[in-house]
């Protein structure tokens, strides 16, 4: 009913007006939800959904279910009283860096509609690390609903040279260590939009970089946001270095840089810059994921995201290795219920795989080929 309302009623008006003014107005509409016991009591009875078999404890951190929003939805932190009340299971807010950022010239969002798809080219808009700390600091903390900084270096030239980005995080990410605040913390080394482009996606300069968030003391886990271009090898030369380090996770992966991918089946504009999202980046994100759980299944942690519209799309990339999934452009497409279609999805597709709990799908497919 409220998917079916949201396609035909909402989705059309949405989909007429400038898509970054759609997404404004909804953060002030969820903002708003997340603020009152009342709003998010209704919000909680239409759209969350609970189940056993869904509940897992990783790397020390509980989850009530898989389904994550993934960064660069709530860049400022305006949602953390609204998204448990929407069904999700946990959520990154940011990415979030040390010094303050407008963000890139518009247009920095745009639809690909026959590709299910979104450029973005932001460029790490955010308010910066300080404000984002004062405003979390004054909501009650939620102990179902883990939250993850997603942290970058500032998209500005002084950040641009390896030394100085390096410093960049470490401050950013040292102001959030010493606030005590988040879950776990997530290193994006992956967005295609930044001054400087993705420096730290070279053995070498991960090794600097790591080296020196290593340097911060923290017992809660770290995950490193993974780039989707890279060739296998080259992403598992990456992958040896987050481990070298004794990094929880990794979280596969980020936008997708390549317009010539078969999925784009819109024209995209000249002006039209950035990544994409959405359909676009199912299958390379799920292939990135199979891999690494093949190769470290036992040691990294994986999230996967990417092109997620629906439950099997989520238990694809469970059962291909993810313990957790994170979404954005499907819940643009399809809506808010989406969560909840998801979770309960979930559900029902382990019971027919016949499985009890979460864990026992996780990897599955991977394994299985493997016998
Ligand atoms: C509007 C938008 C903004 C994004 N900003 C960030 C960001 O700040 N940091 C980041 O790590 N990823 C960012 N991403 C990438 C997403 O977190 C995700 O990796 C990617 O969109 C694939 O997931 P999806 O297909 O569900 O959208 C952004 C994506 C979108 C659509």
Request: overall charge positive; some cysteine.
């Amino acid at each position: 009913m409220i998917k079916f309302l949201y396609k035909k009623a909402l989705k059309p008006i949405f989909f007429r007006k400038d898509p970054e003014d759609v997404h404004d107005r909804m953060l002030i509409v969820g903002a708003f939800l997340g603020r009152f016991k009342l709003t998010r009591t209704i919000l909680r009875l239409v759209f969350r959904y609970d189940n056993k078999m869904l509940e897992q404890e990783i790397d020390g951190i509980k989850y009530t279910n898989p389904a994550g929003l993934s960064a660069g939805f709530d860049k400022d932190a305006n949602l953390i009283d609204t998204l448990y009340h929407v069904g999700f299971g946990f959520m990154q807010v940011g990415s979030v860096t040390l010094n303050p950022y407008e963000g890139n010239p518009k247009p920095r969002l745009y639809r690909l509609k026959k590709s299910e798809g979104l450029v973005v080219y932001y460029g790490l808009k955010n308010i910066g690390v300080d404000k984002i700390i004062e405003k979390v600091k004054k909501l009650k903390k939620n102990n179902n609903f883990p939250i993850s900084f997603s942290i970058a270096k500032t998209n500005s030239t002084e950040s641009s040279t390896v030394e100085g980005g390096i410093e960049d995080y470490y401050q950013c990410m040292e102001k959030l260590v010493s606030a005590d605040l988040g879950d776990f913390y997530t290193i994006n080394i992956s967005c295609p939009n930044a001054y400087g482009g993705e420096p730290y996606t070279t053995p070498d300069r991960l090794d600097k970089l790591l080296s020196k968030l290593s340097e911060i003391k923290t017992d809660k886990p770290r995950y490193v946001k993974m780039p989707l271009n890279l060739p296998l090898t080259d992403f598992n030369d990456l992958l040896k270095i987050i481990i070298k380090f004794k990094f929880e996770g990794v979280i596969i992966a980020n936008l997708n840089k390549d317009r010539n991918s078969n999925e784009i089946k819109d024209e995209i504009p000249e002006n039209i810059q950035g990544g994409i999202g959405g359909r676009p980046t199912f299958s390379l994100s799920n292939e990135l994921i199979k891999q690494t759980y093949k190769l470290y299944g036992s040691t990294l942690t994986v999230i996967g995201v990417g092109g997620i519209f629906s439950a099997e799309d989520a238990y694809t990339k469970i059962k291909l290795g993810a313990s957790l999934v994170q979404l954005i452009t499907g819940m643009i497409y399809e809506g808010p219920s989406l969560i909840k279609e998801i979770n309960k999805g979930l559900v029902r597709l382990m019971k027919a795989d016949g499985f009890d709990h979460i864990t026992e799908a996780i990897g599955y497919s991977v394994i299985k080929d493997d016998e």
